[in-house]
């Protein structure tokens, strides 16, 4: 049995009748652009492989029922009419949380039946938590004929996890997971989703492999630390009279370095040259040189650990061995406090790596670190059953 027809099984057992359908909606790795989605900057996604999988069904008595195969084996059952943030505990409040934001936005969407089965590691920082906003964005723009564009969908799915869900993302992860096309990175203008620009990105081709690291680790003061990074970046923007970092031009830095308190600078100059690594990556992959990427990826990694201290000893761990087994490039992706790193290697190189990182891990006695490898893939979709 495929995935899919194990998914639609499990929803007639659990829903008694089959779903109306089934969609799929990926994680995601950021090569380049981190922490910049919140201060309107850029970033660059690749769509993984690993999706997270929804068989839906509408219902007509408002009714909302959520059951996930990653869950306590429970279905949660809501009323539509009473979603309101905070009132839904638990990993349901990411999915319930988009059907509030699509009715807090005017669109007409009622009850469902919901079964999620997920192949996105989670809390690996790659993302399973906007995979399955965006599984639940897209199905209910299909069954409740509201077709919204890719944009839209992932901003209802970031305010879901914002307002509903309390997490306070920037909107990378949903435009990846929604937005992002098979074989090309997704130059994502955060200001201006709209604007996103497919970067083809053909990683066998040029004799590639991007290696995912999941360090297994996830540090508890990441939620917090988050939000601090973010108001701080948003004082800077204040005290320089902008309306976000990234109106600060690069040529501006130094000046508007001498202008800021002590414990800003870094975080400042952080945002300001890492949107220059994603112009500096997109131009490259324009022309072809993704092997050019590698040394933009560690410049990246040295400045989220020198500059917006997000890194933790795990994540250097995995990057300096990385790097020390021949790895072109290598650098933490996603918030930090732990989570995956990312590692760009000559094909036929991974497995050295990963054994030279696993190796490394063991040595230093932390938890041995899980392994895949990443091609740009396809964004959320509805699949043929
Ligand atoms: P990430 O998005 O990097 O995986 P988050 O902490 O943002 O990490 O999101 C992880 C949370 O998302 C989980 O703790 C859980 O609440 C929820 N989640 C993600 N996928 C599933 C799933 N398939 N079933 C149930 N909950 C899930
Ligand atoms: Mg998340």
Redesign the pocket.
Known sequence: MSRTEQAAAAFTKLYDGAPDGIWAAPGRVNLIGEHTDYNDGFALPIALPQT?LLAARTRTDGRLLLH????DGRITELAVADLAPGAVP??AA?PAGVVWALAEAGHPVGGADLH?D?R?????????????ECAVAVAYDELYGLRLPGPELARIAQRAENAFAG?PCGIM?QMASVCCTTGAALHLDARTPELHRQVPLDLPGQGLVLLVIDTRVSHDLGDGAYAALRAGCERAAGLLGLRALRDLPAGNLAGALDELPAELVPLVRHVVTENGRVAEAVARLREGDAAALGPILTAGHASLRDDYRVSCPETDLAVTAALEAGALGARMT?GGFG?SVIALVEAGREDAVGGAVTAAFGAAGHRLPRLLTATPAAGARRLEL
């Not at 996105?120 to 399955?132: E, F, K, R």
């Open positions: 997270t996930s195969a990653q869950g638990g990993w990411y999620f997920s996105v590691p989670t809390g690996a920082g790659l993302s399973s938590s906007a995979a399955l997490v992860d996603g989570g």
